[in-house]
């Protein structure tokens, strides 16, 4: 019987080792994409920081419960993307950069460049047509103001979100109802995402012109920045411009190049999600992005539920520096790192070629350094060099150009 009963045992163990190997969990693979652990967000809103990046307390997004690092989960469709690619290739130059400029050697581990070919942030283009981007029986307004309402329509629903702050005549209070019923300001769009990873994708959203509605909320001319505020106190702060100036949505949006730019507005959504699969949700702000690195998924709060205009603005980020004086005589080989003192909350935009940087432009800090730190690269002089570059991201004006010039012996 003993021998019977040892099999017994032997088999016994080897069924429940079989088990155990099936249970083990896919995200203890050891080849997991390294997008599939690192963008995870509690809740779905858009990340701490300025520009969409987890740098601080709670009430900025770092380490809040509603908060993500700039990437985000699966489930949140305004970032959900292909996992970005983890072996740079080359691609065209970003408007503004001269594609044979011997001055500078990219580091080999540099990430691609973003080749872009809508207008310049300068170039003023078309008014947003009635109902575009709207499918098949779609309608919307041109975007043109109406008159500021003393109240809004009448509604027996529940206040989902209130519009205050020193920038409004007088607070008010919305239902869905309400919202729903502002039909000269019903838009519908598909945006173009970036957040700090990098990756790329798109969301669709069915809602009310911001503009439109903050205009019926009776804003005044001394409006100056708005503050997003979540159900759960999240909240993220943008400037008038950053709002009200022209932005685009890239219908090829990707990690070797976006184009194909058309031009959107922000939006306060009532529904949203991946293209071709719009859901009614809690509602959410959308906007669109200046440039195709502009990291636009902070500015989608999720759960919104206060909108409060204010007159005051926290001014302009400071200036991009450099590792070495400007001015400055150096050997051929010489590393030359771009810097600053928020680098995790804005993006600094470059141009090498002498002219002047915008949204279109490089970007040198491609993602956070603390998700892809190896995508910040130093430039390798061997030539005489002029970078021109200025820091940009959300909350703060863009920061005035400098200009750094070197010698190479």
Known sequence: MRPLRRLFIFALALLILLFC??????????DASPSDEVTGNASGNGGG??????????????????????????????TTTEP???????????????????????????????????????????????GEPGGPG?????????????????????????????????????????????????????FS?????PTFSHIDGRGVSLRYLLQQAGMTG????????????????????????????????????????????????????????MNPEDIRSLVGQRGPMDVNTAASVRNLCQIE?????????????????DGASVPAGTELHLTHGNMDSLCIYYTLDGS????????????????????IVPFILTEDTTIKAFAAGFGKDPSPVVSFTFIVS
């Open 309 to 325: 205009v204010l007159t005051t603005s926290a001014g302009a980020w400071a200036s991009p520096g450099a590792s070495i004086a």
């Open 21 to 30: 190997t099936a249970c083990v969990p896919e995200s203890l693979n050891p």
């Open 222 to 277: 001394s409006a100056a920045s708005f503050k997003f505020t979540a159900t759960d106190g999240y909240y993220f702060t943008l400037t008038y411009d950053q709002l009200f100036s022209i932005q685009y949505s890239y219908s090829n949006h990707s990690s070797s190049g976006s184009s194909g730019a058309t031009v959107v507005e922000p939006i306060i959504a009532w529904e949203w999600g991946k293209p071709g699969g």
């Open 84 to 130: 970005p690619t983890q072996t740079p290739q080359e691609s065209p130059p970003a408007t503004g950069t001269s594609p044979g400029l011997p001055s500078v050697t990219p580091d080999p581990s540099a990430p691609p460049s973003t080749s872009p070919s809508p207008p310049t942030s300068t170039s003023p283009p078309p008014s947003p047509s009635p």
């Open 356 to 375: 002047e940087p915008d949204y279109n432009s490089a970007v040198y800090n491609y993602s956070a350094s603390y998700f892809q730190p190896h995508l």
């Open 138 to 190: 779609e309608t919307g307004g041109s975007g043109e103001p109406g008159g500021p309402s003393p109240t809004p329509p009448p509604d027996d629903g529940p206040v989902i979100l209130t519009i205050t702050g020193s920038g409004v005549n007088s607070e008010t209070t919305w239902t869905l109802g309400q919202l729903q019923a502002l039909s000269d300001g019903y838009r519908l769009y598909t």
């Open 193 to 197: 995402t970036t957040n700090n990873w």
């Open 49 to 78: 920081g300025a520009n969409g990046f987890t740098t601080g307390p709670p009430q900025n997004g770092g380490g809040h419960d509603n908060a993500q690092g700039g990437a985000t989960s699966p489930t949140d469709p305004a």
